[in-house]
């Protein structure tokens, strides 16, 4: 049975900007292990929706105790495929990721959704899920318990790499519209409640 991880942020700022800033995050100095990303496909659906896909390369350094088990040639690189679908009508973001190489020794899949409160329209909510499972038999655990550690540490630095996208638009948007428009606020000034929680 593999590791689960939830946890909840309220960010300070509309809906709109988390969005923009979302496709604006890299390259930021916070996110250097992601080398690319590329759109594999998009479509606007009858319903107003828009759906994208694509495909980032994120490198994939193992632990040290692992280097001594796994082929030297093991790829360094992994390959994210990334869903999303944009939900102009209910003000909701959903993305959804998965490795596609290197399966077999760790899968991660990790849900996101960025939703706006009509009762607090300058807040946005985050709600973070994800799944680590391993099919290496004998060392599954750890390997489990590796990747938890990771996504952690990986989960900070995406909210700040989002702060730094949100920081720079909040730079523009003051360069080309004046101080008279209304500015977002980054993420370190969010009211953030993170209640991760995980099930063995």
Not at 35 to 59: A, G, I, M, P, Q
Not at 68 to 86: K, Q, R, W
Not at 112 to 128: A, K
Not at 176 to 200: I, L, R
Request: hydrophobic fraction near 35%; charge should be positive; charged fraction near 25%.
């Amino acid at each position: 049975m593999g590791k689960y991880f939830i946890s909840e942020t309220d960010i300070k700022t509309s809906w709109e900007f988390v969005l923009t800033a979302f496709w604006q995050r890299y390259p930021n100095p916070y996110s250097t292990h992601v080398l690319t990303e590329d759109v594999l496909f998009r479509e606007v659906t009858s319903d107003n929706c828009l759906l994208s896909r694509r495909l980032l390369t994120k490198t994939n350094r193992l632990p040290r105790w692992a280097e001594c088990i796994f082929p030297a040639n093991l790829s360094s690189s992994v390959y994210i495929i990334e869903d999303s679908v944009i939900d102009l009508d209910s003000r909701r973001f959903t993305t959804l990721t998965w490795n596609v190489n290197h399966a077999k020794l760790m899968r991660v899949e990790e849900r996101c959704v960025f939703f706006s409160d009509q009762n607090r329209p300058v807040w946005t909510r985050l709600t973070r899920e994800a799944w680590i499972s391993s099919g290496v038999f004998g060392l599954s655990r750890p390997i489990q318990e590796f990747g938890l550690a990771r996504l952690r540490s990986n989960q900070m630095k995406a909210m700040k790499g989002l702060e730094h996208a949100l920081s720079h638009l909040q730079k523009t948007s003051s360069s080309h519209h004046g101080d008279s428009t209304e500015k977002p606020k980054t993420c370190s000034s969010a009211s953030t409640s993170q209640k991760p929680q995980q099930y063995v």
